[in-house]
């Protein structure tokens, strides 16, 4: 399975991105994609999580009711919209992805792709 993610960029403090993640390869199978981000410095921490059905949906109290996560099965592709950015956002973007219909927090990833660098300037 190969994962790339998209969308990074500089945006000022207040404005909006939205992230892609394609997966590839092995993708006949149900997954769980998640996105998680490392800020220099710091460690990796996560983000946002969609299962499979795109039922449930999980995100970190830092960017709730700031990022949607959703999902389209059929291109293999899960997207992470991120409104209202702030300088603490700033972070290089990691899609991972966990085969399994299901999604829960503690779920140890399966494939992860190469980051994508968010830059929020203020």
């Known amino acids: 399975v190969q994962l790339q993610a998209s969308g990074g960029g500089l945006v000022q403090t207040g404005g909006s991105l939205r992230l892609s993640c394609a997966a590839s390869g092995r993708t006949d199978s149900s997954y769980a994609m998640g996105w998680f981000r490392q800020a220099p410095g710091k460690e990796r921490e996560f983000v946002a999580a969609i299962s499979w059905s795109g039922g449930v949906t999980d995100y970190a109290d830092s960017v709730k009711g700031r990022f949607t996560v959703s999902r389209d099965n059929a291109k293999n592709t899960v997207d992470l919209q991120m409104n209202s950015l702030e300088p603490e956002d700033t972070a290089v973007y990691y899609c991972?992805?966990?085969?399994?219909?299901?999604?829960?927090?503690?779920?140890?990833?399966?494939?992860w792709g190469k980051g994508t660098l968010v830059t929020v300037s203020s």
């Open positions: 991972a992805l966990r085969f399994g219909s299901t999604w829960a927090r503690y779920y140890r990833m399966d494939y």
